[in-house]
Structures are given as C-alpha cells and as structure tokens.
C-alpha cells in the first residue's frame, strides 16, 4: 500500500522523492524489493534480525537489531540515523509505518520495547520529519500483544504523537458524521467479487543521486 501510494503521488506530479521509515519488528523487505535501486525512494528499516522474513532483501538502510533489544538502545540508533537520512536524502514525503509490535509483551516479536519507550519513538520519529519540513504519512503496523488494550493504547500513542508534533489534519475537536442518507448516496455499487478495484500508473524518476546502500547488524 505505501509503494502504490508513493508511486500514485510520483504520478500525478505531487512529490519526486520519498522516504519509508519502517519500525515494525519485521523487516521492511516489500518495500525493499519494490525500490531496490531506486534513487528517488529511500527505504529505511529497523528491524530485529532474527524474525521474519528469513531471507531480506535489501533497503538503502538495514539496522537488524539483536533479540531482547530495549528502549535505551532502540533510541540511540534511531537518534543515529534517522536525521542523517532525512538531511542526505531531502524527501517531498515520508511515509512512517508505526509499528506496535517492538513491544516487549508482543507474542510475533522479540524486541524488548516499553510503552514509554514506543512513545518516545514516535515522538523522536514525527518531530524530526516535522521539524526538517517534511510531510508525513503514518500507518499503524503490526501489534499482537498478548493484551490487546496495550496495542491499542500504542497505536493511539502514535496519533497522541503525531498531533504534539504537530501533523496537518490532526485536532482536538470532533469531526462532522455523516448522516446514513448520504452514506448511502456516496457509496456506489458493490463489485461482484466483493472486492474494491484498484488501479495505479507508476512513474519512476531516475534523475536523483542516492547513497549507497548499507546494512547493518548491530550487537
């Protein structure tokens, strides 16, 4: 979805370079395959090693983090490289995949994350994009927390942290519901399979200079 959302926007003129910062526990490796060798897209994932998938291809940026990996050290290496990359790389967009599950009670992962250190994550995260001029996209990624009220309170710290940082379209008051006559006047007919269509034109622009590409195993 963040690649043809990408490309769709290349498309229609609105942004040429884009960043993916992906902080789900698992790999970024769709993303990576689809602009691998790309200069317009820079893909960023920190990730832990030993977890899905077993073979990763590569991003412009890999931080493969140890098991058992806990806030003090997580932050660190974000703080590291996350502002290098946005300062090298000068993207129109970044699209920020949230992930809930570094969490330390998360059933598929094995980072060692808290709460408080997810929180400070997100907010490190959207300040610095902010802060540097860059628009964000965020999408809420993974989360199987043993608890399931701990995912969501999670996800919505990522939107408590989004709106602090201040990110367009996020505010404290209500938004307008559509009465059901004009949800029925606005929705069209449904497809036979069930299933929404989906179409996207890809350009590609050649024309930028990316950094060479790295990956890294950290200890």
Excluded at 47 to 53: C, F, V
Excluded at 178 to 189: A, C, N, S
Aim: charged letters at 20%; proline letters at 8%; aromatic letters at 4%.
């Amino acid at each position: 979805d963040v690649a043809v959302a990408i490309r769709v926007l290349q498309a229609e003129g609105a942004i040429a370079r884009a960043l993916v910062v992906d902080l789900d526990v698992h790999h970024g490796n769709g993303t990576a395959a689809i602009f691998a060798d790309e200069p317009d897209v820079f893909t960023f994932s920190m990730h832990q090693e030993a977890n899905y998938p077993a073979v990763k291809p590569p991003s412009d940026l890999d931080v493969g983090l140890e098991d058992g990996t806990d806030d003090e050290s997580y932050l660190a290496l974000l703080a590291e490289h996350l502002p290098e990359i946005v300062e090298r790389h000068r993207p129109d967009l970044a699209c920020y995949l949230a992930g809930a599950d570094p969490y330390v009670h998360d059933q598929l992962g094995g980072l060692a994350l808290t709460l408080g250190g997810l929180a400070q994550r997100d907010a490190f995260v959207l300040t610095t994009l902010v802060d540097g001029g860059v628009p964000v996209a965020v999408s809420l990624a993974g989360g199987y927390a043993v608890n399931v009220a701990e995912t969501v309170e999670i996800h919505c710290g990522t939107v408590r942290s989004a709106r602090a940082a201040g990110c367009a379209g996020l505010t404290t008051n209500p938004q307008p519901t559509l009465e059901p006559r004009t949800l029925r006047q606005t929705r069209g007919p449904a497809p036979a399979t069930g299933m929404p269509s989906r179409t996207a034109t890809v350009a590609r622009d050649r024309s930028a200079i990316a950094p060479p590409q790295r990956r890294l195993l950290v200890p």
